[in-house]
């Protein structure tokens, strides 16, 4: 049930700036289904819709402190959800490297002897490279890039939230992109 009474609100969102986790909690009951059905409508995916809903509550609370909302609360919330659809628009826009070269190989369809050896060793040294980040970071890594598993499915097997998968995806890529790097720079320049 959506919150109607504007002193209300003002009520609310005050205790909630103050961190009241009741007031988080009415926040979260009151509008959590109606921005899951937002969400799904943009992104027609459950998983996705769920995704964008938990960000904006996580977010909201972590920031709780300096909330600053000017308008009414269902308008806030509701342009959160269109900037959540855009940013996970603007993420699967974002493909590593990693990803187009197996696309490219797998959509070629052809396997040679040495392109099969090719991706054994590069599937040896993603492993390789996933056991040199924290454990559940080179779990992640391995499950989405070579296991295929989405943020949320990777979330469920590592018992994190996809937030915090995203987060361990993204300096995983940066950190496998830094060490791939150095080992291609150094084979140049080493005889």
């Not at 990803?99 to 040679?112: M, V």
């Not at 040896?124 to 779990?139: D, Y």
């Not at 994190?160 to 150094?186: E, F, P, Y």
Request: hydrophobic share 45%; aromatic share 8%.
């Amino acid at each position: 049930m959506v919150i109607t009474d504007q002193s209300d609100e003002k009520e609310l969102l005050i205790r909630l700036r103050d961190g009241d986790e009741a007031a988080f909690a009415r926040v979260f009951n009151s509008y959590h289904s109606f921005l899951f059905l937002q969400a799904f409508k943009l992104t027609q995916d459950e998983a996705e819709a769920q995704d964008i809903v938990q960000d904006i509550f996580v977010n909201l609370w972590a920031n709780h402190v300096k909330l600053d909302i000017r308008v009414p609360l269902i308008i806030y919330l509701s342009k959160s959800v269109r900037f959540g659809y855009f940013k996970k628009l603007r993420s699967k826009a974002v493909r590593t490297r990693y990803e187009d070269d197996l696309a490219y190989f797998i959509d070629r369809g052809q396997c040679t002897t040495d392109e099969l050896l090719l991706e054994q060793e590069l599937i040896e040294r993603l492993k390789s490279l996933a056991r040199t980040m924290p454990t559940k970071t080179g779990q992640a890594f391995i499950l989405k890039h070579l296991e295929n598993y989405t943020l949320a499915e990777i979330g469920e097997a590592l018992n994190v939230s996809s937030k915090t998968v995203s987060n361990m995806l993204s300096q995983a890529n940066k950190d496998a992109k830094i060490k791939l790097g150095m080992r291609i720079l150094v084979s140049l320049l080493l005889p």
